[in-house]
């Protein structure tokens, strides 16, 4: 398997009023040396927000939702007139009014059960089919604006709140939906018919069954008011967990390297047990919850049974009347239950749906224009302005004061030892995060350029050759494609036994080496074709295939202005431009023969490099891409192995 996230879309640049290019960060940020800030969760919307939004879909579908109503009201109805029929029977047999009255009305009996229960069944069917139907259009809204989040709002947010929201949330308003939605909806009309119902028999017994309420109402409304709190805290606790997971299982290495496996098992066992509590006290309220819901179904029932008896001693009603109340109030009881304990879930869903609409309200607003033309010439040039920047949590900045001017169409070399800041200032050039202080801007008259960021982590996207390729570009042509895969040097997917319908990916799919994959990432460059492109190690393949790399990469920089962090320095050795950075401060500046020649740390950092790596002698500044064999070649080259066609293995490593 491939590590995961390699490219990520082209980001278009936020442009400015005063039409003076896209401006990021702030020269009012906080002061660089103050603590960083807590990692934000994504936004959740208010209650109002989210039942707009709820409200605004459900009337798209007004017609089929009235229709689901009335054929739900019209079983309800059917089923309530067992009661008063029950109650005829009792007279029947009490006035012994004779064996044909209770045949009929034996006979409307179960033709009234019937009826109810056929358009009840067929009422929750057609509100379930609604239901599914608008959360599949929620869903897709909220995948959709998950995959436009900002990079950096999801960095910071931590990617398994998302993750917890499109899966947790998602399914808890599934479940809700499905399972409870259709019976709520039955028991909201079963008790409006009923205490109308009993109203018919005698107000006084309907007043009487109301009784319960002042009791239901503190039961329902001290439920109400913790449990919003309550479930918020258990879904944010959990997601923190679920934070923790990926981030222990992403730096499993560095963590078994610093042997600190103690500390991250700790803190999931500190977070584990936080969200633990929280659940109990969820199970707490709920019982105290159900406990008073019985005892008002109780006080309740025996308030009807005293009136009913009452009113009969006084000949105010039949037998058979408040036998028809007492089970006309029997009869709320499931439904009550039912209304009140799915609050439970209704509670729980009505939160995921705040934090889905929450999703969506983060997302910024699709662009008005389509992408600029793929061949329009703009490459602009980039000012970094006096940077700073500081991870959260992180006692250094990563960055202190950098400043560099990129021209327009120019390749830029970022090199430096390990931890230097080149990945932290290639990525906020790429748009990822903003500086703390200072400002990255791109040249007046730009603000349509997009900035595009390729990295080393590679990843295969489950589909076809071809769909990993229209990632860029989703109306690109197959010719188009082949185009780009030709022009990088990648004809190895395109011979016997690849090409581009071969399914890559997922548990059938074939499986390429990461140098492949890497390079398909480099013919997605061209299909997207940014006027600013970021390149962090993105050649990171050592070995015979990175020259193939070196030499796409030399391909994908051409025409546009270009930002590489460069491990290997024979990439630097070819660019415009290379800035040694030197722990986040910009150490040096130049071309590499006037580094070379003033004799820093470049030099002797290129002389040690040329001393181990055979292949790099030529110091004139002329090789680098150049030396890189021709695009073309075949794919045993990439990989320094494979045979044409053979680069595919299918199925999964284990
Ligand atoms: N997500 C992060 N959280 C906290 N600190 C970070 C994070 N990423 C990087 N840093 C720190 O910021 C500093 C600069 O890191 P950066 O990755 O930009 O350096 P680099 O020159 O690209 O290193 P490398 O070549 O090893 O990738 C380092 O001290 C690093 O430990």
Redesign the pocket.
Known sequence: MNPPASTSPPTPLPGTDDGTGPVTGTDAAPPPDAPGPARPLLPVAGPGRTRREILRRLARRRGRLTVTLLVLLAGTAASLTVPPLLGAVVDTVVDRSGHGRLAVLGAALVGASLVGAALTWQGGRMLIALIQDTLAGLREDVFDAAVRLPADTL?SSGSSDVVSRVTGDVEAISEAASEVLPDITTAGLTIALTVTGLAVLDPRLALAGLVCLPLHWYATRRFLARSHQVYGDIRRLESARGQTVIEAVRGAETIRAYRTQRTHLTELAVRGERAIDRQYDGARLRNRFYGLLHTAEFVGLATVLAVGYALLGRGAITLGAATAAALYFHRLFGPIGVLLTSLDDIQRATVGLARLVGVIDAAPPRPASPAPAPNARRSPAVGVTGVWYR????A?P??HDVSLTIPGGATVA?V????????????LVAGVGRPDRGRITTEPGRQDALRYLVTQEVHLFNGTLADNLRLARPGATDAELVAVLREVGADWALEPGLGLDTVLGGPDGADLDDGSVQHLALARVLLADPPLLVL??PTAESGPGSRVLTAALARVTRDRTSVI?A?RLEQARACDLIVL?KD?RVAEEGTHASLLASEGEYASLWRAYAGRTPDVTDDSGTGGYGTARAPGQRHRDVTGAPEPGTAARTGREN
Not at 419 to 426: D, I, M, Q, V, Y
């Open positions: 960095e991870y959260s949590g992180s250094r990563a960055l970022l430096g030892a390990s931890g230097s800041g080149k990945s932290t200032l290639a990525r962090d190690e962090v491990h950075l986040g």
